[in-house]
């Protein structure tokens, strides 16, 4: 164990079997589980809230944590990751400790990934096994699940909802409040500014084009429940109702699970659901007109 | 010459003319070559491969280099640039060393710059004179030649492949594998997933929309190339056909050597190449084997 001589002492709990380089900056309200590495230039600030920090964790180099954020086990931290600080909204007073970041277990930070505090009375949640590419973000009070991945470059706003397994591409940006159903993929260097249900693939801004036959089938999921979805797609888009519209016509058979995600999904959304392309249903009345 | 006060001496050989700011950390194997100057808060890391810094390089401030990592001579790197880290593969073993980073001459790294190292056998090869602006990204095994620029922003994925002075614009993003030829031009927030033939343009998502006239004439090419090519754009995009169903066409002119350069991109394709937009063509599907015809742009009214 070595404790670097810059930092205070008050409040650091380092483990024994921790390292932390002595050119690390440890302050604060700082807690160090067993095995975790803390490398060269790195600053884990428990000034303003504590920091707590599982076991096995690696921060790589230069990456900054700032309090009150919990890590749990395995997380790997590149130089210039950023996780707590302030959010991003003229409103909020930089200097209050709000809730916080809580962080799960197994979380891959790559270089310049940042995600903010929330600001509500919940904490900006990560579940666990999600890879950050370089330069993503995370905005305040956003919720992420487990097993995702987010591209370089993809920024998700405040507010966000990330249900697990979603896959987003290169440069995309999620608006605020948008959710993201489960196994859902978004392609690179586009927006979303309505919801995506769940194992759906949207392709362009605002626009669904398949299902991820791709994700279903790394997850597991049998026939059943990929011809489900289908379904569900094609109800959706190919009927020639609106989404909203093609809710009751879901309920057909909502005693399956796939289908009684979708709905539940569905008719949680605040901000609507995405649009569908090409033949009939573009999600509008007027396509429906147009059959 | 002053060697950094903190971080293990072991195997850091400084040049007496450089100068190593007392702020700097130098670890594990580096190695800093004549008249470099490595700034305050840089992060030299020798520790995982060895890192070795050509002559005249400067690092700004709050750089980071993580070996294994070669850099020629006359490079620039700014604060938060980050080279060689490990490979954003799921399946990689990031303890793992690996092939490492190679980078040539007089290159810029602008803010937040961050190149990954190679996974493969071969590292990741940057040429001379690129420029990479704020927060752009090469991702492994990628391969940039001489006289390439990047916009701010932008991302390359793994194994991207960028033939001499590409130009990139800012927030454009390349699908792993997608190829760019050489003196081809990418807009503000294109990209493509497939390759973008030599001296065209890409404007929108997959889309070659014109020929880089600006491009060649700085190049000095002569009129008659310029012709070429502006042939060749025509016979890809212009026809009403694929691209792949153009090749015999070309083939047929194979003897003039810029359609012959041409002919050697396309059969190097493994991802098909950009499709045309308006008039006869906006249809890719012939480049790649089973892709969907249910495109975006497929289903525009004619």
Known sequence: ?291 | MQASPIGTPRGIRIHPSATVHPGAILDGDVDVGPGCTIGPGCLVLGTAGPVSIGADCTLVANVTLNGPLALGSGNVLYPNACLGFAPQDLGFDSSKGGSGCVIGDRNVFREGATVHRGKTAEPTRIGSSTHWMANSHLGHDGEVSDGCTIGAGSVLGGHVHLERDVTVGAMSAMHQFARAGHGSVVADTAGFTTGLPPWFVCTSINAATSVNLDGLHKAGATDRMVASVQWVFDALYREDRTPQQAIPSLEERREDEVVADYLRFLSASTRGICHGVGRANRDDRANVPGASAARVGNTLPA
């Not at chain 1, 706003?157 to 397994?165: F, I, T």
């Open chain 1, 1 to 291: 164990m070595s404790l670097t001589a810059r930092s205070s002492p008050s409040g650091t709990r380092i483990h024994p079997s921790a390292t932390v380089h002595p050119t690390a900056i440890v302050e604060g309200d700082v807690e160090i589980g067993p095995d975790t590495v803390v490398g060269p230039g790195c600053m884990v600030l428990g000034t303003v809230g504590p920091v707590r920090i599982g076991a096995g964790c690696s921060l790589v180099a230069r990456a900054v944590l700032n309090g009150p954020i919990s890590l749990g086990d395995g997380n790997v931290l590149y130089p210039n990751t950023c996780l707590g600080f302030a959010p991003q909204d003229l409103g909020v007073d930089p200097n209050a400790a709000g809730p916080g970041c809580v962080i799960g277990h197994r979380n891959v930070f790559r270089e310049g990934a940042t995600v903010h505090r929330g600001k509500s009375d919940r904490p900006t949640r990560v579940g666990d096994s999600n890879y950050w590419m370089t330069n993503t973000h995370l905005g305040h009070d956003g919720t992420v699940g487990s097993n995702c991945i987010f591209a370089s470059g993809c920024v998700l706003a405040g507010h966000v909802e990330v249900q697990d397994r979603v896959i987003i591409g290169g440069l995309t940006a999620i608006h605020q409040f948008v959710r993201l159903g489960r196994g859902s993929f978004v392609s690179g260097a586009i927006g979303l500014g309505l919801d995506l249900p769940p194992w759906f693939t949207a392709t362009a801004n605002n626009l669904v084009a398949s299902i991820n036959l791709v994700g279903l089938r790394r997850s597991g999921a049998g026939r059943e429940a990929v011809d489900a979805v289908r379904w569900a797609f094609k109800t959706i888009y190919r009927s020639g109702a609106t989404p909203q519209q093609a809710i009751p016509l879901l309920e057909e058979r909502i005693a399956e699970p796939a289908i009684a995600e979708c709905v539940a999904f569905m008719r949680a959304t605040t901000r609507g659901i995405c649009h569908g392309v090409g033949r009939t249903g573009r999600g509008t009345a007027a396509a429906a007109a147009d059959e």
